[in-house]
């Protein structure tokens, strides 16, 4: 599936990867944030987060907002 395959370039482990989701989700859904600002809230690596977000975007679930921020689709 789409979610293994990214789970899978990430390198993170298939738990990791669900519990970032399920975050980024949680956080999107209250208000749209940036990049930067979910890093912050969430503590996470960069290039974790940025594996995520990519994987959010392409699937349709997260979209770009104003002024650089990203929120949830759904």
Do not use: Y
């Amino acid at each position: 599936c789409d979610v293994c395959v990214a789970r899978k370039k990430s390198g993170l482990k298939g738990s990791e990867f669900s519990k970032i989701v399920t975050a980024v989700e949680n956080e999107l859904k209250a208000a749209p944030l940036s990049t930067d600002q979910l890093m912050n809230k969430l503590k996470l690596k960069s290039a974790d987060l940025n594996t995520v977000l990519a994987f959010l975007m392409d699937a349709g679930k997260i979209t770009p907002a104003s002024n650089a921020a990203l929120k949830w689709v759904g």
